[in-house]
């Protein structure tokens, strides 16, 4: 079995080289004009040009209001609402992002940098450990061609993420009841690092990412839960052993280092067997349907997983 | 009887109007979150929002139920009439908590229903304080106590059972207990408890009662 089988793209989607070399250009210089217009870190999100990907799906897109006022991102609180009220104060720009560890080429990457990177369309499904889903137009660059950039040792064996402090701009990191130990931290194995699937995102609707959702950049991994795309990023570690991320530490009964979308493995607590599609149904009308192995990216993925004990690794 | 009250008491010939504005309030909650979610003002995951609120609104009830006799034993506040009315108003937070689950949520998949309840410890344990409840609920009425006598208040300390199933209940559902949830927990934990030192409490109270008693006689 090969060991990724990408989905067919039609003739008529690919850009010509040319074309999509003056819009990159074009396009890293107006988002990069774009985040300094906003001036000192503006909660308001700046318009941010990608182009096209194969990676798109047939299912409606949850409402832009929804994606940006209902997640979870317990550096401003704990509620779903949290996150667009309380982050207000948070400054995404100036920004960068260390990538270090077992690399060749260890390097400070500014924001503008990284933006120069081919920005793309992906929308993806993304469903909440909780048992929600969505389904999200993000702007982003595949991970490897971060990863690339700095020549990883063979013996890197995992990447390790980690989230922002800054307890002055995030109130869920300061107070007297803190839910989680800072800074967040996260992981994955090289393999799913690299996986094409796997991407920075550092916008989503067009615009640049919102505070609310990890401005100004974060992972995005559409098979696993949630909480392992990781927001607000400042350093990328290349390690050898298989690093250490936040729920399991909180949890490791309930919170696996792998945390694949897994409808036949329950949390602990309740059923990952079916999910809730927000922003549709409403009040009345049922919009609880089946989750799908991988979130429905089994196709792309499972064969990273050949071999290992999903029930076991979860 | 020597509790000096704390509140400007409230004339007998309202008490009874009284505790019908406590049902007609204590309704209110769940009234208004289901205004909302017809309105679209629970957000986008209007059914979760609305069964956590009727679910931490029972809890609200239950606690207010069980700080009646420590407010009158400690503070001299006698609000022993609103103490049926608070329980049966868990009750009914109760039950239309399950009621929305089993509906709005669930659908009326009774087989998702009745697979939780026999696999998910926290909804098992949720069920049990709905089915415990049901006697207690049944029993609140004066027909009842004087029926039961003496059992009656024996059948009545399963609300303590209630309140710390309903507690854990709360702590499984969630992700991580935060403040909200621990606040909750806290209270109920505290007015339990309570019930475990009340007598020593009680009778500490008395003895300086009566050491005081005879001091003024003699004044």
């Not at chain 2, 400690?74 to 609000?79: D, F, T, V």
Request: glycine share 8%; net charge positive.
């Amino acid at each position: 079995m090969p060991a990724y089988r990408p989905p067919h793209i039609p003739a008529s989607e690919i850009t010509p080289r040319d074309i999509y070399l003056s819009r990159r250009h074009f396009m890293g210089a107006a988002a990069a004009a774009g985040l300094a217009m906003t001036g000192v870190g503006e909660a308001f999100a700046a318009p941010l040009a990608s182009s096209p990907s194969i990676y798109k799906l047939d299912e409606k897109l949850t409402p832009k209001e929804a994606v940006t006022t209902y997640n979870n991102f317990y550096e401003f609180g704990v509620n779903k609402e949290d996150p667009a009220a309380n982050s207000g104060d948070f400054k995404p720009t100036p920004w960068s992002v260390k990538v270090e560890g077992m690399v060749g080429k260890a390097a400070e990457f500014g924001l503008e940098e990284l933006l120069k990177l081919p920005l793309e369309d992906r929308t993806y499904r993304m469903r909440c450990v909780e048992g929600w889903s969505m389904v999200i137009p993000w702007i982003g660059f595949p991970l490897s061609a971060l990863l690339d950039k700095v020549d990883p040792l063979g013996s890197a064996k995992y990447v390790a993420f980690e989230t922002v402090v800054r307890p002055e701009e995030m109130p869920g990191q300061k107070g007297f009841f803190q839910p989680l130990p800072w800074p967040y931290i996260e992981g994955l194995r090289l393999d799913e690092a690299r996986h094409p699937l796997t991407i920075l995102a550092v916008g989503l609707y067009g615009e640049t990412l919102p505070n609310a959702n990890g401005a100004p950049i974060r992972l995005v991994v559409p098979w696993k839960y949630g909480f392992k795309s990781i927001k607000s990023i400042v350093r990328i570690s290349l390690v050898e052993k298989q690093p250490e991320t936040t729920w399991k530490n909180a949890n490791a009964r309930e919170y696996g280092f792998y945390s694949n979308v897994n409808p036949a493995v329950d949390h602990p607590r309740w059923s990952q067997a079916t999910e809730q599609r927000i922003g549709e149904g409403g009040f009345f009308g049922s919009n609880r349907r089946p989750t799908l192995p991988f979130n429905g990216y089994a196709d792309q993925v499972a064969s990273l997983y050949d071999g290992l004990d999903l029930k076991a690794n979860y | 009887m020597l509790s000096i009250p704390a509140l400007p008491t409230l004339p007998r010939r309202y008490h009874r109007a009284s505790v019908w504005a406590l049902y007609a309030i204590g309704l209110c909650p769940a009234v208004w979150y289901f205004y909302l979610g017809l309105t679209g003002g629970l957000g986008f995951n209007p059914v979760k929002e609305f069964e956590h609120a009727l679910g931490i609104w029972a809890l609200r009830f239950v606690i207010a139920t069980l700080a009646i006799t420590p407010l009158r034993d400690l503070a001299g506040i006698n609000w022993m009439r609103y103490r049926r009315a608070l329980g049966l108003l868990t009750f009914y937070y109760v039950l239309i908590h399950f009621a929305v689950y089993v509906s709005l949520d669930l659908r009326f998949n009774f087989g998702a229903v009745w697979g939780d309840i026999a696999k998910r410890p926290y909804i098992t344990i949720g069920f049990a304080c709905l089915l415990l409840l049901i006697p207690l609920a049944a029993t609140s009425n004066n027909w009842s106590i004087r029926k039961l006598a003496q059992a009656w208040n024996r059948l009545h300390k399963l609300i303590y059972v209630i309140a710390v199933g309903g507690a854990i209940h709360y702590v499984l559902a969630v992700k991580s207990v935060t403040l909200v949830p621990f606040v909750h927990v806290a209270l109920i934990v505290l007015l339990v408890t309570y019930r475990a030192v009340r007598r020593p409490i009680l009778d500490w109270k008395r003895g300086k009662r009566s050491e005081a008693r005879p001091a003024r006689s003699q004044a």
